[in-house]
């Protein structure tokens, strides 16, 4: 049977997380704790009875630990794995490598929510949320859709607002709906696709 699974899952808790840093296109590894989510996402996706034919994942070493660790848990480390940039977190400018409160406090509590939460508007030097969707989704459309619409079981391993992209498109979520939508560090998102590259059905695997 053709199931067209793809799996989404956000990296595991970053350093930086852990800091309170706006982290974007940096590079810290996973703390402990995200080592133990991402090795977890993999006992979940396992407990399903999930197997993959090819998985994505960013540039980043956050999101490629992530996936490593995943795929070890899983007993799966000779899938096909393609890195691209086009995955990667939304870009922060300048205020990467900030701590969030001396952002708020050099820019103020209300500019830095309009930064972080709005759909279109950029941090200085950096990319809004709109913008990461421009990178993310045709990278979606041309290569990792394909795949899932193959029959190819699909595991993609990136970041909250990268990953936010595609579940704006897959599950028809307005600007305003994919704002409000958290994802939960090393928690997966299966999803099974119809023909058409619809929902046909979700489960979230969180918690």
Known sequence: MNERLLVLVRHGQSEWNLKNLFTGWKDPDLTEKGVAEAKEAGRKLKAQGLTFDVAFTSALTRAQHTLKLALTEMGQTGIPVTKNLAL??????????????????????????????????????GESLKDTLARTLPYFVQEILPCVLRGERTLVAAHGNSLRALIMVLEKLTPEGILARELATGAPVIYRLNADATVASKLDLAG
């Open 88 to 125: 990667n977190e939304r870009d922060y400018g300048d205020l990467s490598g900030l701590n969030k409160d001396d952002a708020r406090a050099k820019w103020g509590e209300e500019q830095v929510h309009v930064w972080r939460r709005s759909y279109d508007v950029p941090p200085p030097g």
